[in-house]
């Protein structure tokens, strides 16, 4: 009997502690329990990865957990243009990473494969692919991002002078208590209901993780959040709540990528051959309409001579 007591105290005291842990705030995926309480998230069959609920999870460790959900057939999840010359967009998606201890991205990736490119401090691909010999130097860091945010239709319109602030307050709000100075212009397109969103950290920065707030702030508005509470990015401009619809993000690194032209993809290589075929026909016609003139000039002249 007094063992028996021992096992149900033992019980109801993990019970007790494991009711005490709060659920993880920003990875509605992790689990949280233990004595002291220990947030974690599956990166691999039995695989923990220690997370810290307090902040915005590391971009790395939550493509390695939203591949390994994929893989397991979970739950995990489309005015602007460049703002700058080197900006690029993430076009491969998403992959299964290599994270440093802190949470950064390892400079080369593979996706467990034998091809490899380097990517930058927001885990996108910066180089052409290549096999294992590849040589990436270090991480380069992201200093910028454009967000293209487009809202849902609105009942009244928008006051673009007041929506630079709303924006920042909602990102500020929502996502760790982001520094809204580093919100550096907002400008609105009413017509195609699109808000371009450029947000800088100062170059040589390394406190501040940019791809934290892009990743977060996609899978907010095209998929669902990643936080345990399951609101939405919604910012209020006046009375007027603004419902986000689609994003696209831009990345610009304190360097620029370093593609060429065979990091093209088919359908653009294929326009780009359409296009110097056409030139070439083009140039050909008119090649060939100006010999015909000459041949029948030169034709003319003994009739004139002729008739002289």
């Known amino acids: 009997m007094t063992m028996l007591m021992v096992l149900v105290f033992v019980g109801l005291a993990a019970a007790a502690s494991a009711q005490s842990c709060a659920p993880c705030a920003t990875l509605k995926w992790a689990r949280c329990d233990g004595n002291p309480c220990q947030c974690t998230v599956l990166k691999d069959n039995n695989v923990k990865q220690v997370v810290d609920c307090k902040k915005l999870i590391p971009k ?171 609101e939405q990015f919604e910012p209020m401009v006046g009375k007027q709540k603004l419902e986000m619809e689609d994003i696209l993000v831009y990345y610009v690194d304190e360097e620029p990528p370093t593609f060429t032209m065979k990091a093209l993809t088919g359908g653009i290589i294929a326009v780009i051959v359409v296009v110097v075929l056409a030139v070439i026909a083009g140039l050909l016609v008119v090649f060939f309409a100006r010999r015909r003139e000459q041949q029948k000039y030169s034709k003319a002249q003994p009739r004139e001579l002729e008739a002289m």
Not at 142 to 147: A, C, E, I, Q
Not at 150 to 165: M, S
Not at 182 to 191: E, R, S
Request: glycine share 6%; charged share 35%.
């Open 60 to 230: 790395c460790y939550l493509m390695d957990a939203e591949m390994y959900r994929a893989n397991k057939n979970l739950s995990t999840r489309t005015l602007g243009g460049k703002p700058d010359e080197t900006a690029f967009v993430d076009n491969d998606g998403i992959y299964d990473p290599e994270c440093e201890s802190d949470g950064r991205f390892k400079a080369r990736q593979c996706n467990n494969t034998e091809e490899c490119w380097c990517v930058n401090s927001a885990g996108v691909r910066r180089t052409d692919k290549g096999d294992k010999t590849l040589k990436c130097e270090k991480l380069v860091e992201t200093y910028w991002v454009r967000l293209e945010l487009k809202h849902k239709e609105v009942k009244d319109g928008i006051d673009a002078t007041a929506l630079k602030g709303a924006i920042a307050d909602a990102i500020h709000k929502r996502y760790d208590n982001f520094n809204k100075e580093m919100v550096t212009d907002v400008q609105y397109d009413a017509d195609g209901r699109r808000i371009i969103v450029d947000v800088k950290k100062p170059m040589g920065d390394r406190t501040t993780d940019l791809s934290r707030l892009a990743y977060y702030m996609e899978k907010d508005v095209k998929v669902l959040p990643l936080f345990d509470r399951q």
